[in-house]
């Protein structure tokens, strides 16, 4: 490989959330081992090097020695590089007047309800979804609105149609937020899935904002289809995409809106004023979509090998777990419903026993997520692999425990 994915880039000490901010994540679990040696697989944030090209790009513009108000029009580069992205990667025309600019795909969801909702009115999710969304959702006065996805059992998720078409017909609910591909269930939604949801919704007066911000991480062999390219009425479509997950740019703020519809475009707009990115942002997401398309390819490959990896060790050694490869994403959603344990004795197992820190099912899904957890496939190979043998003795320790 060109890229080196095997060694991971030291974090602490970088003003990295993940790794220097351990009261951020003490506030949601209190009692949260965090210290030096703790494998941290929780949160949806790389520990790579990024790519040549967008390090490049950041020190070409600290050379400058000026970092006054920048816009995304004082960066001609900028829709060109978005537009070019989508026309190789997904086979998508967009139109440069389509695209808004946003600090992150979640600002891109919340404007969508703000726009097209009235406090105490509905939002349509379908669990398990990202936690966020519920944050967002309850922060701006709506409420959560939930379809429950349809567990098949062997790791794949569908959409309960018949209470989507129930939800949607519902007055109250104004916004369905779909996350494609859906984390942490890792659900790439196909062209005709896409399709239905659109009708759907648009039948029922509903408007569809799609957060695409893995939809660039996709298992070989699966096909991500953007939600507007699904359909030919785009009149109910918002999609929210960037660079944030693809290249791990999340400290950058670059995201973008993409709205086809003229009339949808505006209201969105009104009253939204588009944040100023900083010249880093820019100059990084240029670089990475210009200039680090081979730099995502072998990512891929690397991330497919290393999450069939840790699926097969998983099912080895820890046999009452049922694992699956995701279709997109690199998460995993862990069912441990076969030990039988309590959501707070397997969190105590894996996160003080184990010092393996992996983040609660429940937070993605309050009401059926209790024997599940989220596990980020995020740093190199060998270290999730250490991950799951930690794991492994510990919970091979308690039933030990437990026999005497």
């Excluded at 600290?62 to 970092?67: G, K, L, R, S, V």
């Excluded at 398990?128 to 567990?151: K, L, S, W």
């Excluded at 680090?292 to 991330?303: F, H, P, T």
């Amino acid at each position: 490989m060109k890229y080196d994915f095997d060694h991971a880039v030291k974090r602490f000490g970088t003003y990295s959330m993940k790794w220097d901010d351990d009261a951020f994540f003490k506030v949601i679990t209190p009692n949260l081992r965090l210290d030096g040696e703790t494998i941290r697989l929780n949160l949806a944030d790389m520990d790579f090097r990024c790519a040549p090209a967008i390090a490049r790009a950041m020190h070409r513009v600290a050379d400058f020695e000026n970092y006054g108000y920048t816009t995304v029009t004082s960066a001609p580069e900028y829709k060109p590089a978005i537009i070019g992205w989508y026309r190789r990667r997904h086979g998508v025309e967009v139109r440069p007047e389509w695209i808004i600019h946003s600090n992150g795909a979640l600002d891109g969801v919340q404007q969508t309800i703000l726009a097209f909702s009235q406090p105490g009115d509905g939002v349509i999710l379908c669990r398990p979804i990202y936690r966020n969304f519920t944050n967002v959702i309850e922060g701006t006065g709506r409420h959560v609105a939930n379809c429950q996805m349809i567990d098949s059992g062997d790791g794949h998720y569908e959409m309960d149609w018949e209470g989507l078409e129930q939800a949607c017909a519902r007055p109250e609910n104004k916004v369905f937020v779909l996350c494609s591909p859906q984390n942490p269930v890792g659900r790439v939604w196909t062209r005709e899935e896409l399709a239905r949801i659109a009708k759907l919704c648009r039948d029922n007066q509903v408007v569809v904002v799609s957060d695409e911000i893995h939809s660039d991480i996709i298992r070989k062999g699966v096909k991500h289809t953007p939600i507007i390219e699904a359909v030919e009425d785009r009149s109910n479509l918002i999609m929210v995409s960037g660079v944030n997950k693809t290249f791990n740019l999340m400290g950058l703020h670059c995201a973008y809106s993409i709205i086809p519809d003229e009339a949808l475009r505006k209201q969105f707009q009104a009253g939204y004023e588009t944040p100023m990115p900083t010249a880093f942002a820019l100059a990084g997401m240029i670089a990475a979509y210009n200039e680090s398309e081979d730099w995502v390819d072998e990512l891929n490959a690397y991330l497919d090998d290393t999450i069939a990896a840790v699926v097969d060790a998983i099912r080895e050694k820890l046999p009452k777990v049922k694992a699956y490869i995701p279709e997109g994403s690199y998460v995993l959603w862990l069912d441990f419903a076969g030990y039988g344990y309590d959501p707070s004795l397997l969190m105590e197992l894996i996160n003080h026993r184990a010092n393996v820190a992996l983040q609660r099912g429940t937070a993605h899904d309050p009401d059926q997520g209790g024997v599940f957890m989220r596990l980020c496939v995020t740093c190199p190979k060998a270290t999730v692999l250490e991950a799951v043998d930690r794991i492994a003795a510990a919970l091979g320790e308690y039933e030990a425990e437990q026999a005497k």
